[in-house]
């Protein structure tokens, strides 16, 4: 039985649709309701298992009453995937109040709150769980005009590997997905900002954005019981590319006997950490 959030269109119906072809049952949430059912709606004259849910998870009791409506309706909560998300893109020192508790509250609070209340029903239960949570390459990079939706993915990375060590106990894995594809979200992306990531992620030989449902390989995997020996990973797909990210990690270390000073860092900083700071900047 899996629950998908933000079901109702792009990377979240494509993976609700994925999961229920495979066999599951599936929860396809949605605070657009409309949305959510005519997704539902869809896969069922298909002959698969879906229903719609409406539940707003970026509140615990959202949260919790969404895994209910799936214990109802199917007995239990097997798979959670974390994808409901927003964005209200402004520079930093434009941004909203408003804009930013909106998109802390969808992406980073929801996807704790529904992870939460998951496992509280997988723990009842005493089956092996999955909980996949998707993350962004903002979250890991970092992106201009984001500085909400890139705090809110990198805190789902830090959730992940943190609630990951916490339930491997109980046969419960937790795993980030990192993906790029075209989506009505990324439509909302400006023009300007758009041609810019595009033309960086071009490339002569392979596609490095896909679709939505170039996506669904890697959640079916990390959903999937042969995936249980992976956990607190964050996975990155997107067209033809498929990539596992590091943790974060020391690069360069040095150290001062007795403690440092602020002479010694001016005069160690540049010669140990320069040429490593350099290329680091200039990553993509």
Not at 83 to 111: P, Y
Not at 241 to 254: D, F, G, I, M, N
Not at 272 to 282: A, D, K, R
Request: charge should be neutral; hydrophobic fraction near 40%; include cysteine.
């Amino acid at each position: 039985m899996a629950v998908v959030t933000g079901a109702g269109q792009g990377i979240g119906a494509a993976l609700a649709r994925a999961l229920a072809a495979e066999g599951a049952r599936v929860v396809v949430n949605d605070i657009n309701g409309a949305n959510a059912d005519e997704v539902a709606r869809l896969l069922s004259e298909e002959g698969l298992q879906a229903i719609g849910e409406h539940s707003d998870i970026s509140s615990f009791d959202g949260a919790e009453a969404l895994m209910e409506a799936a214990v109802q309706a199917y007995g239990g909560v097997d798979i959670l995937v974390n994808n409901a998300g927003i964005l209200r893109d402004r520079m930093s020192f434009n941004m909203s109040e408003a804009e930013w508790d909106q998109v802390i509250a969808v992406c980073l609070k929801g996807t704790f709150a529904c992870a939460r209340a998951a496992v509280r029903h997988m723990r009842r239960s005493g089956k092996p769980g999955r909980i996949i949570n998707i993350s962004s390459r903002s979250g890991l990079r970092g992106s201009i005009g984001q500085a909400n939706y890139a705090a809110a993915k990198a805190g789902v990375l830090g959730l992940t590997r943190t609630m990951s060590r916490e339930v491997e106990k109980y046969g419960i894995t937790v795993n980030a997905i990192s993906p790029r594809a075209v989506t009505g979200m990324t439509d909302s992306v400006p023009d300007a900002v758009r041609r810019k990531k595009d033309a960086s992620w071009s490339d002569s030989s392979v596609v490095l954005r896909g679709s939505p449902a170039q996506v669904a390989p890697a959640v079916l995997y990390l959903a999937s019981e042969e995936a249980q020996w992976v956990n607190g990973q964050v996975i990155g797909i997107g067209g033809d590319k498929l990539s596992l990210w590091t943790h974060p990690r020391e690069t360069v270390e040095a150290y001062s006997f007795g403690g440092w000073t602020l002479q010694k860092i001016r005069e160690l900083f540049r010669p140990t950490f320069g040429s490593e700071l350099q290329s680091v900047g200039n990553k993509d």
